[in-house]
């Protein structure tokens, strides 16, 4: 039988509407077949590899605080705060209460692995399919975000609350608070720092397992494994 064009494999790849198609244009694909189950696992392997790398990345001290595609900063209530204590001489009250933010997210962000774990084993071929023949680059980390994200909300408060309390952020930034609120004229805060890191914390994580994505779909030499090879290549 005569192979296929490699072109017109690729654009007839994006056209697939049902597994059924996608599994018999694979089959005639010049490097061989690639299955379905091959697919799934490589997708689920490129899944694996982004929140590993990400979350290793960001549970290093500083791996918030000094990238700057990630690090937390001070929400709109608390950049008056910040203004404040300058202004009376406290900058380095100041600068410690952003740090200890960014602590409390490194320390905790080792909790979302296994809730990804978790996400991908319910991976499946139509998952695989709309995510490998998708022409966005983040549609896998998208799906991670729309499986895990009340998950990860759930396991990282009490986890960043306690985490806040390790690393010092609740004596220092109740410190700042009452300093700022006994400056005259200002209306008093109180912000939820829990609920704020969380969400930081979690929004961080998925710009690098996005970044792992990218990296995967867009570098033959980030294709680590023989199984990443063979399928991102229908790309």
Request: hydrophobic content about 45%; glycine content about 6%.
């Amino acid at each position: 039988m005569k192979k296929l064009p490699s072109l017109f494999v690729l654009a007839f790849l994006f056209l697939c509407s049902s597994c059924t198609e996608l599994q018999q244009v694979v089959n005639q694909l010049p490097s061989g077949e690639v299955s379905s189950l091959e697919i799934s696992q490589g997708l689920k392997q490129a899944l694996e590899f982004g929140v590993s790398q990400g979350v290793d990345l960001l549970h290093k001290e500083d791996g918030y605080f000094k990238d700057q595609a990630v690090r937390i900063l001070l929400p709109e209530e608390l950049k008056k705060v910040d203004e404040g204590l300058r202004k009376i001489g406290l900058s380095n009250l100041a600068d410690e209460g952003l740090k200890v933010l960014n602590r409390a997210a490194e320390d905790a962000v080792v909790e979302a692995k296994p809730i990804f774990v978790n996400a991908i084993k319910e991976f499946t071929f139509d998952d695989a399919k709309r995510i490998l023949t998708s022409q966005n680059d983040l549609e896998a980390t998208q799906y991670l975000q729309g499986k895990t994200g009340i998950a990860l909300q759930n396991a990282f408060a009490p986890k960043i609350d306690a985490s806040l309390s390790k690393v010092g952020a609740d004596r220092i930034w109740a410190e700042i608070i009452g300093k700022y609120n006994t400056i005259p004229l200002v209306k008093p805060v109180n912000p939820d720092l829990t609920g704020y890191v969380t969400e930081q914390a979690i929004a961080g994580l998925f710009v690098k397992v996005g970044d792992k994505e990218k990296e995967i779909r867009n570098s033959v030499g980030a294709r680590t494994t023989a199984l990443l090879q063979k399928v991102f290549a229908l790309q």
